[in-house]
């Protein structure tokens, strides 16, 4: 390798783990197979990335690497087998590839594909946590061939275009002459074994599809649109291969009181208008408590109260948003014959007051 590795990831040498870690995520994502199919320039910066990341977030061979500009083997070695990148993918990703559902491979059977759920849960269960039920059909291995596709009268047998390999060689004609790439066997389609007799419950998939009931408790503070991954438990795939994973995506659903705003709560609090003039005591029920509201005497239409702490959990993270209570100050429209009498009365109070207090000004000018 002839560029400089702290180059490939586009870094300073100052750069800290943290930094390398970022920039080969990055990096990775953008240059991934997967994601630039048959893209052989794709391809190559993407091993250089990976081998560069190797060496750069292993301190000891960083220190090396610093020292010496080279790498004792490790370059030689280089990424040549399918190991060394999986093994990376395993160890950063945390198992499965981040890409799809396929996991990156060149041998064997692939895995199954990913499922994705969609839940409805209430604000309430975004608040108080819960767990959320489904069911949903997904493959697992056929229990008449034990997964293996064959009948087992006669077991399948290693295929010949590849030698049991799963890919062969291709050779193109480019503008810079002869490529050979690897691609999948085009005759087992990558499993290295044909199947003589297949099974007859599955047709040689090796996997059936059975209907299982999944309980998942519902992380707090999550928005609509938040995935929760269950790895590992999607469908199986054909002929042994590995699981896909499972995507639960959360719906939540509107509430009948409460708008949420991120992590708040708002709510409006209809008040007769002798309380607002008045001021009152009262019992206010947030989404998981009642607390006191005190209601100020002259509280008007639009004031807000706050109530710390009463919202949504903060997703990951300690604490609580707040629930703002708005204030409406609602104008009575079924009045009695009597209390539109004390109603008049309390308005020729009203009015007295306020021309003594127009004559006071006056007088005061
Ligand atoms: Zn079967
Ligand atoms: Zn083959």
Request: glycine share 12%; aromatic share 6%.
């Amino acid at each position: 390798m002839d560029s400089d590795l702290y180059q490939i990831l586009g870094l300073s040498r100052a750069a800290t783990p943290a930094d390398i870690k970022k920039a080969y995520r990055a990096l990775a994502r953008k240059y991934h197979p997967d994601a630039n199919p048959g893209d052989v320039k794709a391809e190559k910066k993407f091993k250089e990335v990976a081998q560069a990341y190797e060496i750069l977030s292993d301190q000891r061979q960083r220190q090396q690497y610093d020292q010496f500009g080279t790498i004792g083997g490790a370059q030689q070695r280089g990424f040549q087998g399918a190991g060394g990148i999986s093994d990376l993918f395993e160890a950063f990703f945390g198992g499965g590839n981040p890409f799809g559902g396929r996991n990156f491979r060149q041998t064997g059977p692939p895995a199954g594909r990913d499922v994705e759920v969609v839940v409805s849960v209430s604000l309430e269960e975004v608040v108080l946590g819960g767990e959320t039920t489904f069911e949903i059909d997904v493959s697992v291995a056929c229990n008449k061939c034990e997964a293996t596709g064959s009948s087992g009268k006669k077991e399948a047998a290693t295929c010949r275009t590849c030698e049991g390999q799963g890919i062969v060689q291709e050779v193109r004609q480019s503008l810079l002459g002869q490529m050979m790439s690897t691609v999948e066997c085009p005759d087992c389609k990558g499993y290295g074994s044909v199947i003589i007799d297949p099974c007859g419950e599955c047709s040689g998939l090796g996997i059936e599809l059975k209907a299982k009931r999944f309980t998942v408790g519902i992380p707090v503070g999550i928005t609509t649109g938040v995935t929760q991954r269950l790895s590992g438990m999607g469908h199986v795939g054909a002929r042994g291969g590995g699981h896909g994973d499972i995507h639960v995506r959360y719906q939540v659903t509107e509430h009948e009181r409460f708008e949420r705003a991120g992590d708040d709560l708002h709510d409006e609090l209809w008040i007769p208008m002798t309380q607002a003039a008045l001021g009152a005591s009262l019992e206010y029920e947030t989404i998981d408590s009642v607390e006191e509201l005190q209601i100020p005497a002259g509280t008007k239409t639009g004031e807000r109260f706050r109530f710390r702490g009463r919202g949504v959990p903060r997703l990951q993270r300690r604490g609580r948003g707040d629930l703002i209570v708005t204030v409406i100050v609602d104008t009575p429209i079924d009045l009695s014959k009597t209390e539109k009498e004390l109603l008049r009365n309390f308005a020729k109070e009203r009015d007295k007051a306020a021309i003594d207090k127009k004559s006071k000004n006056r007088k005061r000018r």
